[in-house]
């Protein structure tokens, strides 16, 4: 179970690191630029992002979270529970149902960059702080 857990953090950690960034420099960058050049910009960086490479490390740790929460219940370890609880919901549900909706708008010329910069960004500080706290309650020393 530690070596999951060892693997797990670092996923965690990983998939934290990705969209702490673009909360904190690609988001704002791209807002920056007029809508004609924003929105193909997210749109290519929409297309890359689900590729092999970041789909392992964000799935990949989600079905070790998946493993790990289980033998954890079964384990009485609390803070485990919560870490992959932290990573399910606060990284892969919320990405199903808050960011990928609004890059399937922006896709299909629904939407405008600008116009859901904002919530895509509110949604990605939810990934990023849930990633990182999972990431830390699995890494940390007992």
């Known amino acids: 179970m530690r070596v999951l857990a060892l693997a797990a953090g670092i996923g965690c950690a990983v998939v934290g690191g990705v969209f702490f960034a673009?909360?904190?420099?690609?988001?704002?960058?791209?807002?920056?630029?007029?809508?004609?050049q924003a929105a193909p910009?997210?749109?290519?960086i929409n297309v890359l992002a689900v590729r092999p490479p970041f789909m392992?490390?964000?799935?990949?740790?989600?079905a070790a979270c998946l493993v790990l929460a289980v033998l954890a219940v079964r384990g009485a370890d609390p803070r485990v529970v919560v870490a992959c609880a932290l990573y399910l919901v606060g990284v892969v549900a919320v990405t199903v149902a808050g960011n990928?909706?609004?890059?399937?708008r922006l896709a299909q010329e629904q939407a405008t960059?600008?116009?859901v910069a904002g919530a895509w960004c509110a949604w990605?500080?939810?990934?990023?702080?849930?990633a990182v706290l999972a990431a830390v309650l699995l890494l940390a020393q007992r």
């Open 22 to 36: 673009f909360s904190t420099f690609v988001v704002p960058a791209l807002v920056r630029l007029p809508e004609a």
């Open 124 to 130: 990605n500080h939810v990934r990023t702080v849930s």
């Open 41 to 44: 910009a997210m749109r290519s």
């Open 56 to 62: 392992l490390a964000l799935f990949g740790t989600a």
């Open 100 to 104: 990928v909706p609004l890059n399937d």
């Open 113 to 115: 960059f600008h116009a």
